[in-house]
C-alpha cells in the first residue's frame, strides 16, 4: 500500500458519488426544456398591494409548466399553470410611485413561451434557443445584427425602436445592442447582464 | 505545482463582510420579535407595519424561528425593521426559509426600508418570490421566480442600483434588476403574511438566521492568491 492509497480509494468514493447524484438529477429532472425572452410590454395595476403595477406578461401562464396549487384557501384547492418567471426595468416617479412609462423591458423564462405570442400588448423583441442560459443568448445576440434577420422583422424592430426611443438603427447594429438602447431609455444605468430572471 | 493550485484553491474564497446585523431568535420563552432583542449582533425590531391584529411575528421558545403567532390567521400579517446602524446602502439581507408552505401564505424580506411607504422588498414561499419596491406607498412588481425548497438560505441584495434575489444562496441570483428609486441605506427588515398582499394568510411559513451583511460601497469581491 502506497502513501497515496487512501487518497486515491477517498476520489473514488467521491467520483462514484458524483456520478449517483448527476444520474439522480438528470432522472429527476422537468421534461420540458427553458426558453427565455427580451419582450417589451405594456403596463398594469393600479398600484394597490393586490393590484401592484407590472408588466402585462406576469399575468401569463406558462402552458408547457406543470400544473400546481394556485390558491388552497378554498376546497377542493384550485389548481393550474404558475405564472412565467419574469424580471422587468419598472422606474417610477418619486414623488407618488406611478410609472414613468408606459412600457417596459422584460426577460422572460419559461417552458412554453408561446403564449406570449397572442398576449395583448406585448412583444417579442429575441427569443432562446430551448435551454440555452442568459450569458449565451446574449452573445448570441451580440452576433445577430439586424441585417442578419428577414425584412419585416427588421423593419418591425426600427419601428419599434423610432416610436420608443426616437432613433432608427441601421442594419449593423446588434440584437443586444438594441436591447440595450431600450434599456437605456428606461434607465440610464442599464446593461443587458443587469437584468436576469433564471 | 500541484501543492500550489491546491493551496490556492484552498485560499480561494469569499471577502470576509461584516455582519451588521444577526440573529438566531434564540428565546427562553414565547416572546413577541418587536420584544425581542437580537442574539448576537443588532439593537432590536420596531414595528413597520401591523395588518390586523389577529398575527404578529412571534419566537416560540421551543423552536426558536421566526414564526406567524397564529397559523389560522387570515388578511393578517407584520413587518419589522432590522434596527442598527447601517454602513452603508448597500448590504445582503439573507435568512433561512424553514417553514414549508404555498399559495397565500407567505413571508417577507425587506431592505432599504424608509418608511412603511418606501421599501424594496420580496415575499415568497415554497411556490417562489416576487421582488416589489414601494415608493410613496405604491408597490411595483420587479420580477418573479418559482419554486423554493424547504430550508433554503435566501437573499435580498441591494447594492447601488442593483436589486437582486437569490432562491437559494448559491450565488447565482433568480432575479437581478436595474432600480435606483430608493438609494438611501433604510434598514432591512422582515415580515409575514398580508404585508404586499392584502389577503396573504398567516400558518405555516417561518423564518431562522436572520443575517445583514454590509456590502462597503462597491459590489462584492473575492479574495486573490497569487503563488509562484
Known amino acids: 500500500m502506497d502513501r497515496w492509497f487512501w487518497l486515491r480509494r477517498w476520489n473514488t468514493r467521491v467520483t462514484i458519488s458524483l456520478c449517483a447524484v448527476g444520474l439522480w438529477g438528470l432522472l429527476t429532472a422537468p421534461c420540458g426544456a427553458t426558453q427565455r425572452a427580451y419582450v417589451i410590454s405594456a403596463i398594469t395595476g393600479t398600484g394597490s398591494g393586490d393590484d401592484p403595477q407590472r408588466p402585462m406578461i406576469a399575468d401569463l401562464r406558462d402552458p408547457g409548466a406543470a400544473d400546481r396549487v394556485l390558491n388552497d384557501d378554498v376546497d377542493p384547492p384550485v389548481m393550474g399553470k404558475p405564472p412565467y418567471r419574469w424580471v422587468s426595468l419598472m422606474p417610477v416617479n418619486p414623488a407618488d410611485g406611478k410609472m414613468l412609462h408606459t412600457w417596459t423591458l422584460c426577460v422572460v423564462s419559461g417552458e412554453d413561451l408561446s403564449a406570449l405570442q397572442s398576449a395583448q400588448g406585448v412583444w417579442i423583441l429575441a427569443t432562446s434557443q430551448a435551454n440555452e442560459d442568459l450569458p449565451n443568448f446574449r452573445q448570441r445576440l451580440q452576433m445577430t445584427t439586424l441585417a442578419d434577420l428577414p425584412a419585416a422583422r427588421r423593419n418591425r424592430i426600427k419601428q419599434e425602436c423610432q416610436d420608443r426611443v426616437g432613433l432608427t438603427p441601421a442594419n449593423d447594429v446588434t440584437l443586444l445592442q438594441i436591447v440595450r438602447l431600450l434599456g437605456r431609455k428606461l434607465h440610464l444605468d442599464f446593461e443587458p447582464e443587469r437584468l436576469s430572471a433564471q | ?228
Open chain 2, 1 to 228: 505545482m500541484r501543492w500550489c493550485l491546491l493551496l490556492g484553491l484552498l485560499l480561494w474564497g469569499p471577502a470576509v463582510q461584516a455582519a451588521v446585523f444577526e440573529d438566531h431568535f434564540a428565546e427562553g420563552a414565547d416572546t413577541n420579535v418587536s420584544a425581542h432583542t437580537p442574539d448576537t449582533t443588532g439593537t432590536s425590531w420596531t414595528q413597520i407595519q401591523q395588518i390586523n391584529t389577529t398575527c404578529v411575528a412571534k419566537i416560540f421558545g421551543a423552536s426558536d424561528q421566526f414564526a406567524p403567532s397564529s397559523t389560522t390567521a387570515t388578511s393578517a400579517g407584520e413587518l419589522l425593521s432590522a434596527d442598527i446602524t447601517y454602513p452603508s446602502a448597500n448590504y445582503e439581507v439573507n435568512a433561512k426559509k424553514v417553514g414549508t408552505d404555498i399559495s397565500d401564505d407567505t413571508v417577507f424580506l425587506a431592505a432599504r426600508i424608509q418608511d412603511a411607504d418606501n421599501m424594496y422588498g420580496a415575499r415568497f414561499n415554497d411556490d417562489g418570490a416576487t421582488l416589489y419596491k414601494r415608493v410613496s406607498s405604491t408597490w411595483t412588481s420587479l420580477g418573479t421566480s418559482l419554486d423554493i425548497a424547504q430550508n433554503n438560505q435566501v437573499e435580498l441584495t441591494v447594492n447601488g442600483t442593483t436589486i437582486a434575489w437569490d432562491d437559494d444562496d448559491d450565488g447565482t441570483d433568480e432575479i437581478s434588476v436595474t432600480d435606483s428609486d430608493i438609494s438611501a441605506a433604510g434598514k432591512a427588515g422582515a415580515g409575514m403574511a398580508a404585508v404586499a398582499v392584502s389577503t396573504d394568510d398567516c400558518s405555516n411559513e417561518k423564518l431562522d438566521d436572520f443575517i445583514v451583511t454590509d456590502l462597503g460601497g462597491g459590489a462584492a469581491s473575492h479574495r486573490i492568491f497569487l503563488v509562484n
